[in-house]
């Protein structure tokens, strides 16, 4: 396990990478699920319902504080998500 993380903390393609929990599972939680990122820009993430605009002013508001929302800002802050997007 530790050498698995170990090479992906060294590959380059990964960045800002955050330690979220650590040990043995039984089992996998997510079987089918194979990792992957794409970049994407604003009109073909509009065709996703739910999408949230990272520029908008109500995205991951500061009175937002549960783990999960903290969790994600500062994935997009480390990834420089926002960087990645124009308005239109």
């Known amino acids: 396990m530790r050498a698995t993380y170990e090479r992906i903390t060294t590959d380059p393609r990964h960045r800002g990478i955050i330690k979220v929990a650590e040990g043995r599972l039984e089992k996998r939680n997510f079987p089918e699920w194979s990792m992957g990122f794409k970049s994407a820009n604003l009109e073909e993430l ?43």
């Open 46 to 88: 509009d065709e996703f319902k739910g999408f949230a605009n990272p520029t908008g002013k109500t995205f991951l508001n500061d009175k937002d504080i549960h783990p999960t929302i903290i969790l994600l800002k500062m994935f997009v802050d480390n990834n420089r998500m926002t960087d990645n997007y124009s308005s239109t």
